[in-house]
């Protein structure tokens, strides 16, 4: 696994101050992107929680989750999450280190007791004194919250005090791309109440040593959720239920629990589960298989494929404005191109980390992750692959079939309603559940105007 070194430069510690007249948490950041450009320690709000104790339990659970391995679990190594201000709500977002749970915290407007979020995407210091302070909050006292140095600080930073340096995967990053474009297309499925919400959640395995190995549903049933061996209709893939445990720490404060998935068609898939509190919500999306990361999904493939969707890209992100919602069909009138190519152009920035898709609001939101996530791209090893056969000359296309020669091997690629199948293991391991093979994906490019042997295009 490829990975870079991520240094998080920060004036001090992050801190739950209770010595004065109420209590104040003073999160840190470090380098991130605002309107204004790149930011050394940006400021994105300073005001009250309107559910302090709620909102303490669900950054934790996003530490949580950012401090975590569900498969083959090492020494832990985590990155601070990050945060994003869109105006009317703070974002905190983290990733699992195998790359297999995505979590986000959303305080929306009516959790901010009114003020106003800057805008821009940054890292925040979360370390173990700041949990332990966190873990006992007991009572709803004002807490005042600032995102961000103060003022005095603002003005009298010299340097850097605390410096992290952690280890930043490759599949990582690609793993933010793949987790957008999975919930994209998924559509509520079953909303629980509270009570049975928490008796569902906690009717669930704590460790991976007592859950059952390989896919697994449940089916609305009523009121609850009930276990079941296949995806009947309406079923919902809950893969590695374990990985929910995190949820516990809001339970007691849920108003319901929404489920979101793709239609089931018998194989496992991602799932979401959203926990709606008061003023926020706190979402974990899981991937298929506790042993398969985000990564690997291969969703935004095809987005990659083309110089078309980076010049698309370039146009769109334009246009973007830290908005808490994007609208593609707002998009595609300002920026005259067609929706299925701002929606795929989204996707495109979705690689960079530059937009992310929002499950209760069906839409795409604007972050800038503070991180070369271009990386992620520039080392997908299909992608790369695939353009290595694409300008090699190795595809010869025929009509609705074309031949890839890939080592000592020749592989038969066919195109049947817009759907591209090969004859190569990955295609007969997954049928496009996945995204493309390399093979399918040099003939994308093939087609869309590279350039291939005897001069065919």
Sequence with gaps: MTRSVQALAYSRPSALDSSQAGQLLGLETSGGLTPRGTEPHPRFFSGFLTSPRIAARGLLAVADVASARYYRPTLPSSLDPVVTGNGDRLRFESFSGCCGVYARLDVLQEGLDGARTDHGTTNVDVNNPLREALSRIAGDDPLHMRVGPDEMAVTTLDGPVVE?????????????AEAQVVSAGFDLRAELSAAEAVRFLRSLPRSTQKASRGAQWVVPAGRTLRPTTRPATGAVCLPGPERLVVLQRVLRHAASLRVYGPVADGAATASAWEVVLPGMRLTLTLSPD????????GGVLEALATDDAAADAELVSVLLAWEPRIDPADLAKQSGLPV???????????????????????????RELPYDADRAERHNPRLVAARRLAGSGAVVLDGETAAVASGDRRYQVREKDGMLSCTCQWWADYRGRRGPCKHALAVRMVRRGAPVAGGAR
């Excluded at 995967?169 to 793993?175: T, V």
């Design 290 to 297: 506790v042993s398969r990361g985000f990564s690997g999904e």
């Design 340 to 366: 299925e190519r701002v929606r795929a152009a989204l996707t495109r920035l979705g690689t960079a980390g530059r937009v992310g898709y929002d499950l209760a609001d069906a839409s795409y939101f604007h």
């Design 164 to 176: 992290k340096k952690v280890p930043l995967p490759d599949r990582w990053l690609r793993g933010f």
